[in-house]
């Protein structure tokens, strides 16, 4: 089993530029969240997709948006990049929304904007 | 809303011993409660979770937590430090029940073993 999966790795972006996270969820699973941890920090929620549609969402701006898929993966675009949004942006999959059923983290992909 | 307060962003401990790793919440509904350790350029891994049963939570590698609502603590414990609990670990908290989604994670506490 291969896990949470995520891409890229790394991540180097200007300002004002867009970009686009992709996330697999470990096998199984059908939900997946978004948290974006800065330098420091602990994660913060973004959003979590269930049955490809956004079920909830966290204090960010419409310029965060996602997307699923009907196998189940995902992707998370960044609109307008300010140097704030710098950060390691980390996917969790869960089977079920219910927070009583462990959500599996991937490694992150680390966005860099300049 | 729900908040998590961790105590101390960096606590040092010799090897073999106790490891305490304080966390504080605020809920205005019963909670559930998580502790999570993260490896330097890994994910997060749970470590326990507090969902209503039993006050006293197990988890993995020797961890355990007590959730004491008077004190609205949920401090981690383990008797005796391994140079590999070297991590960061954060505490979270979510609304128990259907309908939220949402973690609410502290902002960590480094642990260091010192050999």
């Known amino acids: 089993d291969a896990g949470v999966t995520q891409s890229p790795t790394h991540l180097i972006k200007t300002r004002g530029q867009q970009v686009t996270l992709r996330c697999s969820p470990k096998?199984?699973?059908?939900?997946v969240s978004w948290y974006q941890q800065a330098l420091g920090q602990g994660p913060q929620f973004i959003f979590q997709?269930?049955?490809?549609?956004?079920?909830q969402r966290g204090n960010f701006p419409d310029r965060f948006s996602g997307h699923q898929f009907p196998n189940y993966s995902s992707e998370l675009n960044v609109n307008a990049l300010l140097l704030g949004d710098s950060a390691l942006y980390l996917c969790a999959s869960s089977f079920g929304q219910a927070l009583y059923n462990e959500q599996f983290f991937g490694p992150g992909t680390r966005l860099t904007v300049l | 809303a729900q908040s998590v307060t961790q105590l101390g962003s960096h606590v040092s401990v010799s090897e073999g011993a106790l490891v305490l790793l304080r966390c504080n919440y605020s809920?205005?509904?019963?909670?559930?409660l998580f502790w999570y350790v993260q490896y330097p350029n890994q994910g997060l891994q749970l470590l326990l979770k507090y969902t209503s049963a039993a006050t006293l939570v197990k988890g993995i590698n020797g961890f355990e937590a007590e959730f004491k609502k008077s004190e609205t603590s949920f401090h981690l414990t383990k008797p005796s430090a391994h140079m590999s609990d070297a991590a960061e670990y954060f505490c979270a908290v979510s609304r128990s029940g259907a309908g939220s989604y949402q973690l609410t994670f502290g902002k960590g506490t480094k642990l260091s073993v010192i050999p």
């Open positions: 809920s205005s509904v019963p909670p559930y």
């Open positions: 997709y269930y049955e490809e549609e956004e079920r």
């Open positions: 096998s199984g699973h059908d939900t």
